[in-house]
């Protein structure tokens, strides 16, 4: 985990063991599934028109609409919301964010280099992506069967943020520091240089603050 190449907050490198198993969804979370459980249609039916009409202004809130597009421009706030519905639908099996560790061990999907050389073939980043979001899945999975690990939006996680977590986090499960003032996302998006798109990137922001870069995917256990 971690990088020489990145920014001090990378560093160091260190291995840590996932000791718990856990799903992942193959896909970022899309504007339909939100809708679906938020409450209301996508707005692309004029059914989602009636309701989003009488619904909170949050209930539709990315930048770049379409229904298999990534939902984006929620904060980590907004998400915990989101998982308190869903969690409240399935019998079987309990939905989070991963942590930080968890997000990177899947996004490595096994490897140890430092960026991806596929790059192309498997993310929307600067260079491809149109100057914004794209429909998941539209890329090639990684090993894991896993689609835009790298690219498309960047996804918020479960942990608070501290520059210096690395040199001292447990070495098996770290799940971050106990408080802080930000939360961290994973993961290059749609405006990401070639450069920055690599599995330990890591950035953080206010739990409160949205931004049209800015998804998430979801992990599961079971009850």
């Known amino acids: 985990m971690g990088s020489d190449r990145g920014t001090g907050a990378e560093r160091p490198v260190h291995r840590v063991r996932i000791s718990k198993g856990f799903e992942m969804s193959r896909y970022e979370v899309t504007q339909s599934q939100w809708a679906a459980?938020?409450?209301?249609a996508h707005p692309s039916?004029?059914?989602?028109?009636?309701?989003?009409a009488e619904a909170?202004?949050?209930?539709?809130?990315?930048?770049f609409k379409g229904p298999s597009f990534p939902v984006e421009n929620v904060s980590w706030s907004d998400v915990q919301k989101f998982l308190t519905k869903l969690n409240t639908r399935d019998t079987q099996f309990v939905y989070r964010l991963p942590t930080?560790?968890?997000?990177?061990?899947?996004?490595?999907?096994?490897?140890?280099e430092d960026a991806p050389?596929?790059?192309?073939?498997?993310?929307?980043?600067?260079?491809?992506?149109?100057?914004?979001?794209?429909?998941?899945?539209r890329k090639q999975p990684n090993a894991w069967g896993l689609y835009?690990?790298?690219?498309?939006?960047?996804?918020?996680?479960?942990?608070?943020?501290?520059?210096?977590y690395y040199e001292d986090s447990p070495p098996a499960d770290p799940a971050g520091p106990e408080t802080g003032s930000y939360r961290i996302y994973r993961g290059c998006g749609w405006f990401t240089s070639a450069g920055d798109c690599?599995?330990?990137?890591?950035?953080?922001?206010?739990?409160?603050?949205?931004?049209?870069?800015?998804?998430?995917?979801?992990?599961?256990?079971?009850?």
Do not use: C
């Not at 909170?56 to 930048?63: C, E, I, K, L, V």
């Not at 930080?100 to 061990?105: C, N, V």
């Open 198 to 223: 690599r599995p330990a990137l890591r950035a953080f922001d206010f739990p409160n603050d949205g931004y049209y870069n800015v998804g998430f995917r979801l992990v599961r256990t079971a009850k």
């Open 56 to 63: 909170a202004p949050d209930t539709n809130p990315s930048h």
């Open 45 to 52: 039916t004029e059914a989602g028109k009636a309701a989003n």
């Open 100 to 112: 930080e560790a968890e997000w990177e061990y899947a996004s490595r999907a096994g490897t140890t």
């Open 37 to 40: 459980v938020m409450g209301t």
């Open 148 to 164: 835009d690990m790298h690219g498309n939006v960047s996804e918020w996680v479960q942990d608070w943020f501290a520059f210096d």
């Open 117 to 137: 050389k596929n790059l192309n073939e498997i993310a929307w980043f600067e260079a491809n992506s149109g100057g914004q979001t794209q429909p998941v899945g």
